[in-house]
């Protein structure tokens, strides 16, 4: 008896530690990239791709030169600029539109719904063919992309209500219920009982919200069309490294740049992370 | 002063299901009406088109006189509590029960003072400021009920509010409720699926079944004289006896015959009988498994006993009849000795009787009650 | 009983549920097989039907409407006849000024409109313009000069905002008209009309949702909806460079583009192979990108779940933190880490598993290894957010279940197959296709890892200089922004991809077995 249960904790320990190997591997594999990322951008010994991890010279060159030959500081205030606007507006937008679908019944929802769900099945991608003519006609393109892309970004944004609606939708309606029959409006249903439970998905969406321009290449670049002043830090920094020339003079440039993005991104991130996990594990799979 | 009015109210839903037919309830001052019946009869549907949370597809629905049909439900001066309780999760108990209050703009000061009322009839003073989470079931339900009566509205509406609470709880509530009802004094409609409920609550029960009213009347009403079979069946636990029987007329008297046996209807039910002048005909015959009583040897009716309940104070056994009809039958234990209670058990065959005057005669056809 | 061996096993009946019991796994499969084939033309034909039951209703609703109309027209009083022409009158002459005016300037504002530009526009939309532009020489100036003629584009845009603007002033004519209708029956039982300030209070209450949508739902039509009907429109023109509409016209081809997709021609520009190829490649790409996803995370999801292994949520933050890092940053750089002066080349070169240049391994430069490449790195992009998901399911499998089975003696890989892995994919069918969706559009692993290449010589003319790695979606990036532009095709393909993306979900939604219902969670 004992014996056989000497045999299993042997047994389960034996797992474990097969776990942990794997996992050690897995975060290994993980955090590798970005290891590289930050060591090469402090680089100071050569610019283009080189066979080795750690640099032989450390120094911040690449950060110096990031900021004085490029227009790197313009490309960071525009991401940031869009990504605050955008956090807002389409946080709003896509609340709204799932607590309207959440919570009133009212005649045309379920049709709503089903053609936003076909409209969701085109790539995002063909409407801006012509957002760009109707874009540029406006002067809201190349230079000017800013605004542009705010528009592009948050105008159909609440399409993506699928998430926060799957969220709203776990919230007893019975609490809807109460509030009106204690004399709440719709409108004071709202600001006063579903606003305050739903902390989480609400930071959930400001934070997805903000990150979506940081990582947004194929707007971005489309509407920017070639112009160094109106872009985002992703095509500004793909424009650097794009030619086989370019990623020579300028790679440890690039990893420098990719370094300043990520890392405050990262922080955030990591210090929402409990909304985050929240969102996606609770509403993803309801939406 | 809130007499409530439901003329010919009907509830239609947009697939065409009707879920309330035809209702017609006059509901007096500070009444103490109990909607029951089985899940989906429409009882839970009728309440919440008072609420104002249906719409109402046919039919009006008045408070004191005034046709609230078309009124939110903010407007129409009535409160509610649920079943899941329905307490917003991030608000203290003090701020769940100052919520009405709150939003009708009552001064601080005002708002204090009934809340604590409110809490202290209620028993909850010391759980004022924390979070519903941190209650019992029990307690939640109190919270739930202190929101509802804060603003002393003029009707009180419950939907099932002990459904979620365990069996001792519940009849701890039960009887809560009777005392709170003393001191609020105001109408209340009730909606249950527990008859025990209805029967202990209500001035009056609203027994419904399929979305139409089977009965209305007071508790003693529906349980003494039932208009149908489904209100006989529903009301009272054990469940009726009900099985078929023949009624005969012979020289000048009603008779029912039922397992070769054949009892005289007498007393009151006797002289309905005759002045109605039923025909005599096959019935369905209901009989409350308290009123059945042993009979001696060779007389009455021949049951075998299959299985045996011991409660306590009673014994509730479920017999089988010669030709296989159950029967329940209740036995108080005061009036046994310790071997006729051992005689009880499975297997044991012993007769039974009843009486004429708590048959309860039925129509085979329409399971409407023959007396009038 | 041991004698039924499926020998009366009837494939073209029904089985009754115990007879079904009694089929081994194989004549189980082959009997759902087959009664899976049997369904088809009842399926077809159920489709077949609703389709004819939506048309008719289509039909009796604008009977209904034009009956409503006429009936509105004939028993109303004078002051609802007038608003049949004069938008508002019956609102204004009972009362309600703001909202009558309102019918009365839309009406206007349309009117003028019509007559100002409306009609010029919708004249020339047949033809998308007539008038090329030309030079002609200006004596003042001493230099030709341009003189514009029409603009191809400018008279699609403007005449399909015209024909949504009729289209909304007939909407809006019959709401005035059902207002009439409305207001009449209100006065006649006795009841007041609502009050301008009651009508505003509705919307914060009753009528909510359509303040609330307001915004939202302009903002679709606008950037979303009107859009697509646009390129809808596009695919049946010629409109790319050459004929980009303001220098030279373009104008309607009919069905040329889908036929030249479809066409079984073999020759140099044959499109449809081109189509095809990339096709086939998305719809791969799409299937091992998701489920290599789905299961891998799954099972690191498993292993940090452990019971016993400790530091969960270093591990989970350890993952997760490449979901922080933005796409473009992680991916450009794997991308330059595995060219072919990259550094994992040079590290091989630096450990002495490559001898010289000769031997650098080309991972984008091999169509099969590119290919493989970029589905292991979408794996390392895509692993956490699938950890996550399905960390929150597991989490959610009643304990119960496990204990149950273990008494039952199932061994732990037991328990996986039966228990957890049903679960999981009854729970996270919708997550799974949604994902596979997404990764058929998924346009910033490709573009930003191979940008489509390495390229192929069999696309270079037909597919327009499309790689082997492409995806539709690059594809089509690449067609809209390369220097042909070819818009018409671009919008062909855009409609393809909608094709194949609603087609798959019309079948996974009728084989998922979660028919969720949102209710449920309330």
New interface residues.
């Given amino acids: 008896m004992t014996k056989k249960h000497m045999g299993q904790k042997l047994k389960?320990r034996l797992s474990?530690g097969f776990?942990?190997a794997?996992?050690i591997v897995?975060?290994v594999?993980?955090?590798f990239?970005?290891f590289?990322?930050v060591c090469e951008s402090f680089r100071c010994e050569s610019s283009?791709?080189?066979?080795?991890?750690l640099p032989r010279q450390w120094g911040f060159d690449n950060y110096i030169n990031l900021f004085t030959k490029t227009a790197f500081l313009t490309w960071y205030k525009n991401t940031f600029i869009i990504a605050v606007f955008v956090s807002v507006i389409q946080t709003l937008?896509v609340l709204?539109?799932s607590?309207?679908l959440?919570r009133?019944r009212?005649k045309g929802?379920k049709g709503l719904m089903n053609i936003?769900l076909?409209?969701g099945?085109?790539?995002?991608?063909?409407?801006?063919?012509?957002?760009y003519?109707?874009l540029s006609g406006m002067g809201l393109t190349g230079a000017n992309s800013v605004p542009g892309l705010i528009?592009?970004y948050?105008?159909?944004?609440?399409?993506g209500y699928y998430v926060s609606k799957?969220f709203f939708?776990?919230?007893?309606?019975?609490?809807d219920?109460?509030?009106?029959?204690?004399?709440?409006?719709?409108?004071?249903v709202l600001t006063?009982?579903i606003m305050?439970?739903s902390k989480p998905i609400i930071i959930y969406t400001i934070l997805t919200a903000f990150?979506g321009p940081?990582?947004d290449?194929?707007f971005a670049?489309?509407i920017a069309h070639n112009t160094t002043s109106g872009m985002n830090?992703?095509v500004g920094?793909?424009n650097l490294?794009s030619t086989p020339s370019s990623?020579t003079a300028n790679?440890t440039m690039?990893?420098a740049g990719?370094v300043l993005?990520?890392v405050p991104?990262?922080i955030l991130?990591?210090s929402l992370?409990r909304y985050?996990?929240e969102g996606?594990?609770?509403g993803?799979?309801?939406? | 002063m809130a007499r409530v009015k439901l003329t010919n109210v009907k509830k239609i839903y947009d697939n065409k299901v009707v879920a309330v037919q035809d209702f017609n309830l006059d509901i007096a001052d500070k009444e103490f009406v109990v909607f029951v019946g089985p899940s989906g009869c429409g009882k839970s549907t009728t309440l919440r088109m008072v609420?104002?949370?249906e719409e109402i597809s046919e039919g009006t629905i008045e408070i004191d006189d005034v046709v609230v049909n078309d009124l939110?439900?903010?407007d129409r001066d009535?409160?509610?509590v649920?079943?899941?309780y329905?307490l917003?999760?991030?608000l203290t108990v003090f701020e769940n029960i100052a919520?009405?209050l709150r939003?009708?703009k009552v001064p601080q000061e005002e708002v204090f003072e009934k809340v604590a009322e409110a809490a202290e009839i209620l028993g909850i003073t010391e759980y004022l400021n924390r979070k519903p989470r941190a209650l019992s079931g029990g307690q939640r339900q109190r919270v739930a009920i202190g929101?509802a009566m804060v603003r002393h509205p003029k009707v009180f509406l419950m939907d099932e509010p002990l459904s979620n609470l365990d069996a001792k709880l519940r009849n701890q509530m039960r009887a809560e409720i009777i005392l709170l009802r003393k001191r609020i004094d105001t109408t209340f409609i009730y909606v249950t699926h527990d008859q025990t409920e209805a029967m202990t609550l209500g001035d009056r029960i609203v027994i419904m079944k399929d979305g139409y009213i089977m009965q209305v009347g007071t508790p003693d009403e529906v349980f003494d004289h039932p208009d149908n079979l489904f209100v006989a069946e529903f009301i009272g636990a054990p469940k009726m006896n009900t099985f078929k029987a023949d009624l005969v007329f012979e020289d000048g008297e009603y008779y029912v015959k039922a397992f070769g046996a054949k009892i005289l209807v007498d007393g009151e039910k006797g002289e309905q009988l005759k002045k109605q002048q039923t025909k005599p005909q096959e019935i369905i015959l209901g009989v409350r498994p308290e009123h059945i009583v042993l009979a001696k040897e060779n007389e009455g009716i021949k049951c075998t006993v299959r299985v045996n309940e011991m409660m306590g104070s009673e014994i509730h056994l479920h017999t089988v009849t010669d030709d296989e009809t159950n029967l329940i039958v209740r036995v108080p234990t005061i009036g046994l000795t310790q071997k006729q209670r051992n005689d009880l058990q499975a297997g044991h065959v012993f007769n039974i009787t009843f009486q004429g005057k708590v048959m309860h005669l039925f129509d085979v056809e329409t399971e409407n009650n023959l007396l009038k | 009983m041991t004698e039924y061996k499926g020998k009366h096993m009837n494939l073209f009946k029904d089985l009754s549920d115990l007879d079904y019991l009694r089929l081994n796994k194989l004549q189980a499969l082959i009997y759902d097989l087959f009664k899976a084939i049997r369904a088809i033309p009842k399926w077809f034909l159920n489709i077949f039907v609703s389709v004819v039951k939506y048309i008719r209703k289509f039909f009796t609703y604008i009977k209904e409407e034009f009956v409503d109309i006429y009936t509105t027209f004939i028993y109303g009083d004078w002051k609802t006849r007038i608003s049949f022409f004069v938008m508002g009158f019956g609102s204004i002459a009972r009362g309600q000024v703001l909202r009558g005016l309102l019918f009365l300037i839309f009406e206007v504002v349309f009117i003028v409109y019509m007559c100002f530009g409306g009609l010029h526009w919708l004249s020339k939309f047949r033809t998308l313009g007539d008038t090329y532009a030309t030079t002609v020489y200006d004596p003042d100036l001493d230099t030709y000069v341009r003189v514009d003629g029409d603009d191809s584009?400018k008279i699609m845009?403007y005449s399909l905002l015209t024909i949504i603007f009729i289209i909304s002033f007939i909407w809006t004519w019959r709401i005035n008209v059902r207002q009439n209708r409305i207001m009449e029956d209100i006065l006649k039982s006795g009841k007041k009309i609502r009050t301008p300030k009651e009508d505003m209070q509705s919307l914060?209450?009753?009528q909510?949702?359509k303040t609330?949508?307001a915004?939202?739902?302009t903002?679709?039509m606008?950037?979303?909806?009107?859009?697509?009907i646009?390129?809808i429109l596009?695919a049946f023109t010629n409109y790319d460079a050459a004929h980009d509409g303001y220098s030279n016209l373009f104008t309607w081809v009919g069905m040329t583009n889908f036929n030249a997709l479809f066409s079984m021609n073999v020759g140099s520009d044959n499109l449809s192979f081109a189509f095809g190829e990339i096709l086939s490649w998305t719809l791969i790409w799409a299937f091992f990108a998701t489920f290599t996803n789905y299961f891998l995370g799954m099972f690191?999801a498993i292993?940090?779940n452990?019971k016993?292994?400790k530091l969960k949520k270093l591990?989970?933050?350890?993952?997760?933190?490449?979901?922080?890092?933005?796409?473009?940053?992680?991916l450009?750089?794997?991308s330059?880490?595995f060219?072919n002066?990259?550094?994992a080349?040079?590290?091989l070169?630096?450990l002495g598993f490559i001898k010289d240049i000769s031997q650098l391994i080309r991972f984008w430069g091999v169509t099969d290894i590119a290919r493989a490449m970029v589905i292991i790195v979408n794996v390392?992009i895509g692993i956490p957010?699938a950890m996550?998901?399905c960390?929150?399911?597991l989490m959610n499998i009643p304990k119960d279940l496990y204990e149950s089975s273990q008494i039952d003696g199932a061994s732990v890989f037991q328990q996986y197959t039966r228990i957890t892995l049903p679960y999981m994919l009854f729970?996270?069918g919708?997550?799974l296709l949604?994902s596979f969706?997404g990764n058929i559009?998924n346009?910033?692993v490709i573009?930003?890892l191979t940008g489509g290449g390495p390229g192929n010589p069999a696309l270079l003319t037909s597919g327009g200089g499309a790689g082997d790695t492409d995806l539709?979606?690059t594809w089509?990036?690449n067609l809209?922004?390369g220097a042909e532009s070819k818009?018409y095709l671009?919008?062909v393909i855009?409609?393809m991809?909608?094709v194949v993306?609603?087609s798959i979900?019309v079948v996974v939604y009728n084989i998922m077995p979660s028919t969720?219902n949102?209710e449920d969670?309330?």
């Fill in positions: 389960n474990n776990i942990y794997i996992l897995v975060s594999i993980w955090l990239p970005f590289c990322l283009h791709q080189v066979g080795y991890i937008m709204t539109m607590y309207t959440s009133l009212f929802r936003m076909v409209l099945m085109f790539p995002g991608f063909i409407t801006m063919i012509v957002l003519k109707i528009l592009v948050t105008a159909s944004s609440a399409m799957g939708d776990t919230v007893s309606r019975s609490l219920e109460a509030a009106r029959i204690d004399g709440a409006t719709r409108f004071q006063k009982i305050p439970l990150m940081w990582g290449f194929m670049k489309y830090v992703a920094l793909q490294i990623l790679y690039f990893c990719g993005v990520a991104i990262t991130f990591m992370q985050y996990v996606v594990t609770g993803a799979v309801k939406g | 609420a104002g949370l939110q439900p903010k009535i409160s509610m649920f079943q899941n329905a917003y999760p991030h919520f009405p939003l009708r929101r | 584009f845009l914060l209450d009753d909510f949702h609330l949508l915004v939202p739902l903002g679709i606008a950037f979303t909806v009107f859009p697509i646009f390129m596009v690191v292993m940090i452990k016993g292994i591990w989970r933050g350890i993952l997760v933190l490449t979901s922080a890092v933005p796409q473009f940053v992680s450009l750089y794997i330059k880490m060219a002066n990259g550094l080349n040079g590290l070169m630096e390392w957010y996550l998901i960390t929150g399911i729970v996270t919708p997550y949604t969706i559009n346009f910033n573009y930003l539709l979606i089509l990036f809209t922004t818009y671009a919008a855009g409609i991809i909608f993306v609603s979900s969720r949102e969670y309330s």
